[in-house]
């Protein structure tokens, strides 16, 4: 399913074309992935309606790949034919770097993303360097494993960047599909930090609760302690200028966001000195993934467990897909299962 050119999904309702290609040759150190699984992904919206609009076209879109190797560069190769094998958004980075060689390398400067820089997983075939692939663990299915990859993993990373302990109090500013489960992983790996949800909807504020947070209120509520670190995954400024606000002293606020909205930016204005940054109070960007941000998360997500619920769609519903996401149609994650 590829697409051809940046438009608005509410004048076309069938941005991306099915369209035969010829099956991708590996290059020297790739492999050649028969997909079977991908998920769909609120950046593919992005990249259609040129909020973050691929460097060229046609581009094949997605992130959330699950296949198994069918080919492989036969000199070199770790992977065996057969090997079920995940991609995420990392496609690629130069190696060389001083973040890649620090295992930053979400941060390097050819970093390259799956679906955006070069063809991604809305195929039957992909191919992409053997070195960012990794293993699914056994627990599993292949349409569970897909939508793990992305929101999951940078989930992970942002709870790893907050550097929480245990026993401290942690918040979740918006409280999506990726907060949901950072409180999951939170609870597991720190049984007794503290959780308090930030959220403007009832609903989110209870099934907060319900998941184990202490403390649920809406977005300019002050919470009855100071936090720690906060995790903000929404894209408005509101919630950063109260998430300062309720951090402790010496606090980090992690900006789990790709983009922020311009709508609400005058409220940056109401940011106060001695209230909101005064004490040493941090503030941290998330950027994109690294491998070890995706392999580490799937293993925690296979402890825990984390079992996404999802609603299939063949290759061709594709943009019935893209549709429904933007529609907000239906809970669970979308997955294209691919023959
Ligand atoms: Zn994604
Ligand atoms: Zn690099």
């Known amino acids: 399913m590829v697409l051809n050119k940046i438009c608005s999904l509410e004048e076309n309702r069938t941005p ?26 609120h950046t593919e919206l ?26 492989t560069d036969s000199k070199t190769s770790t992977h065996k034919i057969g090997d079920r094998v ?8 130069c190696g060389k770097c001083r973040f890649c060689r620090e295992g930053s390398e979400n941060l390097c400067h050819a970093f390259k993303a799956t679906g955006r820089d070069t063809n991604g997983g809305y195929a039957q075939y992909m191919t992409v360097p053997e ?54 992983m ?7 930090a503290r959780v308090f949800v930030f959220a403007r909807s009832e609903e989110e504020r209870a099934f907060a609760k319900e998941l184990g947070a202490v403390w649920a209120g809406d977005t300019e509520e002050e919470a009855p302690e100071k936090l720690h670190c906060i995790i903000d995954t929404t894209p408005v400024w509101k919630p950063v200028v109260e998430a300062l606000r309720n951090l402790a002293p010496d606090g ?10 311009d709508a609400d930016k005058a409220y940056l204005t109401r940011l106060d000195y001695p209230t909101h940054l005064w004490l040493e109070k941090e503030i941290k960007s998330v950027a994109n993934v690294s491998r070890r941000d995706i392999s580490e998360f799937l293993r925690l997500a296979s402890e825990i467990p984390v079992r996404p619920e999802v609603q299939a769609f ?16 239906i809970r669970g994650a979308k997955v294209l299962r691919i023959d």
């Open 16 to 41: 991306l074309e099915l369209t035969d290609l010829p099956v991708p040759v590996p290059g020297e150190k790739e492999v050649l992935v028969k997909v079977s699984a991908c998920g769909v992904c």
């Open 46 to 71: 992005d990249e259609i309606e040129g909020r973050m609009p691929p460097p060229s076209l046609p581009i094949v879109l997605g992130h959330q790949v699950v296949g198994r190797v069918v080919k």
């Open 86 to 93: 995940g991609i995420g958004w990392i496609y690629s980075a």
């Open 131 to 184: 070195d960012f692939v990794c293993p699914i663990p056994a627990l599993f299915s292949d349409l569970e494993a897909a939508p793990l990859l992305c929101a999951g993993a940078i989930g992970y990373r942002s709870l790893r960047l907050t550097r929480l302990e245990d026993g401290q109090n942690l918040g979740l500013t918006g409280f999506g599909a990726s907060a949901h489960l950072v409180l999951k």
């Open 186 to 192: 939170a609870k597991h790996q720190y049984p007794s």
């Open 252 to 261: 980090r606020l992690v900006i789990n966001a790709i983009r922020k909205e």
């Open 314 to 329: 063949t290759l061709e519903e594709a943009n019935k897909a893209l549709v429904e996401l933007k529609t907000r149609k």
